[in-house]
Nanobody, 121 residues
């Protein structure tokens, strides 16, 4: 049984920072873990991905330079450090796991339940 559990969401002022955590277990998605987000009325969008094996990372342009994805394989945890947050970053953030290319959104097939991030302007 694959499980991914997010934590770390909350309310932050614009320009502030948050760190999200994703603890995963039970799966054979030994290659990629990523973060997606979905704002009200919008489609879910990809944020960043990381290879558990190599540590290679991928970021979408709208978070590049502000967000950092990292992993701690010993703890089965992937982090998303979010700095310089903007109101448009507000969304439910989902952790996802899978195998294959870290930038291939379709390869993420296991999902957590999400954690809410609110950015106050």
């Amino acid at each position: 049984q694959v499980q991914l559990t997010e934590s770390g969401g909350g309310v932050v002022q614009a320009g502030g920072s948050l760190r999200l955590s994703c603890v995963y277990s039970g799966g054979n998605f030994r290659y990629v873990v990523g973060w997606f987000r979905q704002a009200p009325g919008k489609e879910r969008e990809f944020v960043a991905g990381i290879s558990r094996l190599s540590g290679a990372t991928y970021y979408e342009d709208y978070v590049k330079g502000r967000f950092t994805i990292s992993r701690d394989n010993a703890k089965n945890t992937v982090y998303l450090q979010m700095n310089s947050l903007k109101p448009e970053d507000a969304a439910v953030y989902y952790c996802a796991g899978g195998s294959g290319s870290i930038s291939d959104r379709g390869r993420y097939i296991y999902w957590g339940q999400g954690t809410q991030v609110t950015v106050a302007s």
